[in-house]
Nanobody
């Protein structure tokens, strides 16, 4: 089974930057992989993903600040986060899943890492 391990979280002040990495034990899916987050008391939120059609999608709140990348040599997916705000405070998870016959990403049935905490202070 695929195993995902995140790293790079930490505590920063508002305006700071962090780079999260996610190393996979096996080859990543061609599509349907990305970063999610869950803040205390809130539901899981899709942050940046490689979609089922090959495009990249960012949640509006991180557009222009976050960048998702894939390094096939290192089998690693990263999330570069700049201009962080307290609203970005959350546990961040990477995920890897399959594309269904209907063309959707089956996130709830995929592989997930254990998460890395990001805390941004004002």
């Amino acid at each position: 089974a695929q195993e995902l391990v995140e790293s790079g979280g930490g505590s920063v002040q508002a305006g700071g930057s962090l780079k999260l990495s996610c190393v996979a034990s096996q080859i990543w899916s061609t599509y349907c992989k990305g970063w999610f987050r869950r803040a205390p008391g809130k539901e899981r939120e899709e942050v940046a993903v490689f979609e089922s059609d090959g495009s990249i999608r960012y949640v509006d709140s991180v557009k222009g600040r976050f960048t998702i990348t894939q390094d096939n040599v290192k089998n690693t997916m990263s999330l570069e986060m700049n201009s962080l705000t307290p609203a970005d405070t959350a546990m961040y998870y990477c995920a890897d899943t399959f594309r269904t016959n209907s063309g959707a990403c089956a996130w709830d049935y995929g592989y997930w890492g254990q998460g890395t905490q990001v805390t941004v202070s004002s």
